[in-house]
Nanobody, 120 residues
């Protein structure tokens, strides 16, 4: 059974940086779940609906929601089942719980989330 776990969240001042990680377990030996399936980061701010933040497709093409373009970078480690979200120049409006997501054979998998708080 595939399981995802996020880490790297925390409290940071506006303008600061964080790197979130998403580790996957339960993957067949020799497989990389993040480079062979579409993987995404979502976030949910208090009192708001979840929103997509960044995605990465098999073989590399990425996309970002407009508000994070130029500040966030999604990537995956090809030697381990780990996905990252590098977040630079953080803003208070980036405060949210961040979730990683991967779709494997049309079935979505989610991590429990990691809190990111940005103070002004």
């Amino acid at each position: 059974q595939v399981q995802l776990v996020e880490s790297g969240g925390g409290l940071v001042q506006a303008g600061g940086s964080l790197r979130l990680s998403c580790g996957a377990t339960g993957i067949a030996s020799g497989s990389n779940v993040f480079t062979t399936n579409t993987a995404k980061w979502f976030r949910q701010a208090p009192g708001k609906q979840p929103e997509w933040v960044a995605l990465m497709t098999p073989h590399g093409p990425t996309n970002y929601r407009q508000s994070v373009k130029g500040r966030f970078t999604i990537s995956a480690d090809t030697t381990s089942n780990t996905m990252y979200l590098q977040m630079n120049n953080l803003k208070p409006e980036d405060t949210a719980v961040y979730y990683c997501n991967v779709e494997i054979q049309m079935k979505p998998y989610w991590g429990p989330g990691t809190q990111v708080s940005v103070s002004s």
